[in-house]
């Protein structure tokens, strides 16, 4: 019989992975089920509700087999964030796709109701800039089609939520939803834990749909429904994906940051209260354990990116090759002048631009598909060089930069992101830190190790040092910066 064991269930955009860590900290078994995106128009990104769940269940059953599901005694979950979707109460039947961070059908609906006012309110007590990206305009957007007069709302009849919420009313009754999620719907205040009257009002979201807060430690239910497991099993730790990065790399000092990279990218560090943050950030709840009030409510500053690992897909498709095709191209190349914005959804932080273009410059008769590959992957580089040098700007210095996600694994981003940051990049030795920051809370409130032991759990195994001169440095930012001007140009205005 294997020893004590801790499953995580990490349900991204692209895939559900799932993870088996025993009581070393040490990863045993690897399980994943990918994911579709529908794309009904330009610009809308939905998902759907029930193949997140069969995902859920693919990934369980390829990760755990009988004899190692005996011997697992906690479990938890990391999510997408902002994602968000509609359901009945009493049978739990989506009433609506879901719709992913990604989507931008709410970019009209932000103008409309951003007035003056609007605005303050939405960053002073959220934390957020009014921006498609964040739950509240989405979640606007399907009640006005499914219940404009929100009668069924006020019943109680229709639950609103984010993909954590939905996945804890899969396992019970209940209509929970976690600390750092509810962070991110933009209907929290941030300061003190509790959904604020005035951002329920401006959005049109009644209280009655929405659900009950919960530390990251929980309670939550037990796990139900997940062959091989055993139904019972404790769900001891839920946390948005990017939290639950920052966690495993054990990030918990002002000056330590992580850059979390996947289909967009979270720039993140924990940041005493009462910092002023650079108004391209955003303040989010990293997590509350053991507790909701504000005195358990661990704060971060963040930038979210829109477009990393998705850039590099997409780029990959236009070239007809895939990723891995991608990155030999620009190993040992030279973008030769050209500069790629992906702004494909918009430009997320700094800028939080949602009328911002993709963006292709410095196109030259010589330009071949290396350059073009080579200049995808520095996009990644210099959108998480802007965020930090948004960081700095807040007052809080950066020390070095974890790294982590599916586009780390590549040598040259991580070579070429502690060049334009100027500071080390430290990657882990396992690329699921997502997934691993809630097996970790979950052993820890388990019992399997002490906080001492978990502070040793994840060590960097990579380290890449800043070798570029300061003078090429600054072209290289000169050029991006010249090109993510271009890309928010209007004419006219």
């Known amino acids: ?157 229709i639950r609103v939520g984010t993909i954590d919420s939905w996945l804890l009313g899969r396992l019970s009754d209940d209509h929970l939803i976690e600390a750092g999620n509810a962070s991110r719907t933009q209907l929290l205040d941030v300061a003190k834990g509790r959904w604020d009257e005035g951002l329920l009002e401006l959005f049109g979201v009644p209280a009655e749909a929405l659900p009950r807060l919960t530390a990251s430690s929980g309670p939550f239910p037990s796990l139900r429904g997940l062959a091989p497991l055993p139904d019972g099993i404790p769900l001891l730790a839920v946390m948005a994906d990017s939290h639950s990065a920052l966690f495993a790399h054990g990030a918990i000092q002002p000056g330590e940051v992580k850059a979390t990279q996947g289909t967009g990218s979270s720039v993140m560090g924990l940041i005493p209260n009462g910092t002023a943050l650079d108004p391209g950030l955003c303040l989010t709840i990293a997590w509350a354990i053991d507790g909701i009030g504000p ?85 990644i580089a210099h959108q998480i060089t802007d965020v930090v040098e948004a960081l700095e700007r807040s007052g809080s210095p950066v020390r070095r930069l974890h790294v982590d996600g599916g586009p780390t694994r590549n040598d040259q981003l991580m070579q070429m992101e502690a060049d334009m940051i100027g500071r080390p990049i430290l990657r882990g030795h396992t690329a699921e830190l997502s997934a691993l920051g809630v097996a970790h809370l979950a052993g820890l409130k388990a019992g399997l190790w002490n906080a001492g032991r978990l502070a040793g759990l994840e060590r960097p195994r990579d380290v890449f040092e800043p070798s570029m001169r300061p003078a090429e440095r600054q072209a290289e930012r000169r050029r991006w910066l010249d090109a993510v001007a271009r890309s928010r140009f209007r004419p006219g205005a």
């Open 295 to 379: 005195e358990h409510l661990a704060l971060a500053a963040e930038g979210n990116i829109r477009a990393a690992g998705s850039t590099l897909r997409w780029v990959a498709g236009i070239l007809g090759i895939d990723t891995d095709e991608l990155a030999r191209l620009a190993k040992t190349a030279s973008a030769g002048g050209v500069t790629l914005v992906p702004g494909f959804t918009g430009l997320g932080a700094p800028w939080w631009d949602a009328e911002a273009v993709g963006l292709l410059t410095g196109v030259t008769l010589g330009t071949d598909r290396n350059c073009i590959a080579r200049a995808a992957i520095d996009s």
């Open 1 to 157: 019989m294997t020893g004590p064991l801790v499953l995580a269930i990490d349900q991204g955009t692209s895939s559900t992975k799932c993870l088996l860590v025993d009581s070393a900290g040490a990863v045993v078994a690897r399980g994943q089920a990918p994911l579709r995106e529908n794309h009904p128009q330009p610009g809308w990104v939905e998902q759907d509700a029930g193949e997140i769940w069969d995902s859920i269940r693919t990934a369980v059953a390829a990760c755990v087999t009988p004899e190692q599901a005996r011997a697992v005694i906690a479990a938890g979950i990391s999510t997408q964030r902002e994602s968000c979707l509609l359901w009945h109460r009493k049978t739990g039947a989506p009433l609506s796709p879901v719709l992913s961070w990604q989507d931008q059908r709410t970019a009209s609906l932000a103008q409309a109701i951003g007035t003056p006012d609007a605005l303050s309110l939405v960053r002073r007590v959220s934390g957020l800039p009014l921006d498609p990206m964040f739950s509240a305009l989405k979640l606007r957007w399907l009640l006005d089609q499914v219940d404009p007069d929100r009668t069924k709302t006020r019943t109680g009849d």
